[in-house]
């Protein structure tokens, strides 16, 4: 049974450790270290898993030849989805 590799350009392989390392996962831990209940940690949860859905169709069409948009969203684009939606939600009440 063989495998398929999807190639991907350099420049995402840099922006996906930059988001990662110098944003999510710094937020995960102070998300999680807040006492409301969970409430924070669960909606960065949420929006952390629409943003990789998102960089993942990003990356599945345009594989090699990535745009500067793409490469910015993926480097800066975790801090204010997060923040608009933990507004939406507080603003909604949910």
Same mark, same amino acid.
Not at 33 to 57: E, K, Y
């Given at each position: 049974?063989?495998?398929?590799?999807?190639?991907?350009?350099?420049?995402?392989?840099?922006?996906?450790?930059?988001?990662?390392? @110098?944003?999510?996962? #710094?937020?995960? =831990?102070?998300? /999680?270290? +807040?006492?409301? &209940?969970?409430?924070?940690?669960?909606?960065?949860?949420?929006?952390?898993?629409?943003?990789?859905?998102?960089?993942?169709?990003?990356?599945?069409? @345009?594989?090699?030849? #990535?745009?500067? =948009?793409?490469? /910015?969203? +993926?480097?800066? &684009?975790?801090?204010?989805?997060?923040?608009?939606?933990?507004?939406?939600?507080?603003?909604?009440?949910?």
């Amino acid at each position: 049974m063989q495998s398929v590799v999807l190639p991907l350009s350099s420049r995402y392989r840099e922006a996906v450790f930059f988001s990662l390392l @110098r944003q999510q996962v #710094p937020w995960a =831990f102070l998300s /999680m270290l +807040l006492l409301d &209940g969970g409430r924070v940690a669960r909606i960065s949860g949420i929006t952390m898993l629409g943003f990789w859905a998102g960089v993942a169709l990003m990356m599945v069409s @345009r594989p090699l030849s #990535p745009s500067s =948009f793409d490469i /910015m969203f +993926l480097r800066w &684009g975790f801090l204010p989805l997060n923040v608009l939606v933990i507004v939406l939600v507080g603003v909604l009440d949910l």
